[in-house]
């Protein structure tokens, strides 16, 4: 049998993987962050609308991403989370990464 060579040299891949692994982990969204998240994008879509339904849309946010945010499944992969938001006529997927969310569907 022939023994294994030691190279001598220091893993830096796994060390690199392993310091990606600990972001991903640390940085997994929470469902109190998707409901914030909702509501900013509530408000930014009323941005600039400076009439009754523009103020009472703004009002209104923060209850409305709560609620919407009871109607989400979410999906926790550890290193990234699914939010399934299901509206009456619509469904919406969010991948939820490193704190940041994306629109997948």
């Known amino acids: 049998m022939i023994?294994?060579?030691?190279?001598?040299?220091?893993?830096?891949?796994?060390?690199?993987?392993?310091?990606?692994v600990v972001l991903l982990y640390s940085t997994n969204p929470?469902?109190?962050?998707?409901?914030?998240?909702?509501?900013?994008?509530?408000?930014?879509?009323?941005?600039?609308?400076?009439?009754?339904?523009?103020?009472?849309?703004?009002?209104f946010s923060g209850p409305a991403a709560s609620l919407a945010g009871l109607g989400t499944v979410?999906?926790?992969?550890?290193?990234?989370?699914?939010?399934?938001?299901?509206l009456p006529d619509e469904e919406h997927l969010f991948l939820g990464i490193m704190d940041h969310f994306i629109r997948i569907k």
């Open 74 to 86: 979410r999906k926790d992969y550890f290193l990234c989370s699914t939010y399934e938001l299901s």
């Open 3 to 20: 023994a294994a060579k030691k190279s001598g040299r220091f893993p830096y891949g796994w060390v690199v993987l392993i310091l990606i």
């Open 30 to 59: 929470s469902e109190p962050q998707f409901t914030s998240f909702l509501k900013d994008r509530i408000r930014e879509q009323v941005k600039g609308d400076e009439t009754i339904s523009g103020d009472l849309t703004r009002l």
